[in-house]
């Protein structure tokens, strides 16, 4: 048995914890550049704590998601200003941007030396500045992972910075800086963080560590998703899915994904779907996917009982089947609203090429079975 395990430095968990973002970013350095997202008012604490330690120097928001020229520029801008410490404070496109600064304020060049697919795809030769990553959403696991998804529009795709020098120097999960996430939002993001947490669990790269993880953060979602999707959703719901979604984090970067997240990748960079929709369109699918290419040709594949135990892990129910696992993750679907993909524009005629760049991914090496082009094909249909 041989693994590796990395995370942040530290993580802190708990109510009231972003008040203590100043203290830390103090420790760190003494210019920080405060990176949020289009809604500036999930960060107002954290940007009132570190003015009030004396620390704040630059801003930088990030609308929609970071892209490379988003990042060139940026990158510049605070370079310019002497930024010595970056605090992310959003959902996972914030702290990816946040993760993209850090790593090229450390390093020399342009972001496409050292971006996978679009770019020379360079190793990154030194670790990011420092990073405090805070998420005000419940999904990505971002603040604890090692690479930032860009988006390149001229490209058509989303390509990854990636090293474990961009590992954030510290995690601040606050639960309650998700109390007031709108529903359609919470569905996404924590079907994000199912998904994060079933994939790694079956994937053909789990350990003992990450799968005690999803063990952990798999019944949390089963028992809170659809609460906090609710119009008054309680502080411990939203515990419960700020901690899975730490957890899936924490999975997903030392074990892998598989094909939701392998075909996620191109869709999301064609198409104007957000990343948490297209992973719920896709995740019962793929489950069914694989569950079929596993029994007809690795029948004897110990996938196969993992995705039973995903299914008990669901249901709550000891003598729960594989099956039924992907038909309680299609009823929650339903019952949180989540459109096919057709809805965001993805038509048959996409199918072939987008297959064809999922086979490719980074995500898709660590799935139980290597599908086959038709497996591949189908599957996006069906969820279509």
């Avoid at 914890?17 to 203290?23: I, P, S, T, Y």
């Avoid at 704040?56 to 929609?64: K, N, Q, T």
């Avoid at 709108?182 to 789990?206: H, M, N, R, W, Y």
């Amino acid at each position: 048995m041989q693994f590796e395990f990395a995370t942040a430095t530290r993580i802190l968990f708990g109510e009231g914890k972003a008040a203590e973002a100043g203290k830390w970013a103090a420790g760190f350095g003494n210019r920080a550049l405060l990176v949020t997202g289009g809604n500036t008012a999930h960060a107002a604490i954290v940007s009132g704590a570190l003015e009030v330690a004396d620390v704040l120097r630059a801003r930088e928001r990030v609308v929609g998601e970071p892209t490379v020229a988003w990042l060139r520029e940026a990158a510049g801008r605070v370079r310019a200003q002497g930024c010595d410490v970056v605090v992310a404070c959003g959902g996972g496109s914030v702290i990816d941007g946040g993760k993209a600064i850090a790593a090229m304020l450390a390093n020399p060049g342009d972001p496409l030396d050292y971006l996978e697919v679009i770019g020379s795809g360079k190793a990154l030769p030194h670790r990011s500045v420092p990073l405090i990553a805070i998420p005000t959403t419940a999904g990505t696991g971002a603040e604890v992972t090692r690479n930032a998804v860009l988006g390149s529009p001229e490209h058509g795709v989303k390509a990854s910075l990636r090293s474990a020098g961009m590992l954030p120097a510290m995690a601040i999960v606050d639960p309650a800086l998700s109390l007031s996430l709108p529903p359609f939002l919470s569905a996404c993001t924590g079907l994000d963080a199912l998904t994060q947490l079933i994939e790694p669990l079956v994937c053909a790269k789990a350990n003992p560590l990450t799968d005690a993880l999803c063990r952990e953060g798999i019944p949390r979602v089963a028992r809170s998703l659809r609460r906090v999707c609710q119009a008054d959703p309680s502080p411990d719901t939203r515990a419960d899915m700020a901690l899975a979604s730490l957890l899936s984090g924490l999975a997903l970067a030392n074990a892998g994904l598989g094909a939701v997240h392998g075909l996620a990748a191109p869709i999301g960079g064609r198409f104007p779907a957000p990343h948490g929709a297209v992973c719920a369109a896709l995740l019962p699918h793929a489950m069914r996917a694989n569950l079929d290419a596993l029994q007809r040709r690795q029948p004897e594949s110990p996938a196969l009982g993992r995705y039973r135990e995903a299914a008990v892990l669901l249901t709550g129910d000891a003598g729960a089947q594989a099956e039924d696992g992907v038909l309680w993750v299609e009823a929650l679907r339903g019952d949180l609203g989540i459109p096919p993909l057709g809805h965001w524009g993805v038509t048959a005629e996409d199918a072939p090429s987008l297959t064809a760049q999922a086979a490719e991914s980074n995500s898709m090496k660590a799935n139980p079975i290597r599908l086959t082009a038709l497996e591949l094909e189908a599957l996006l249909l069906t969820a279509l």
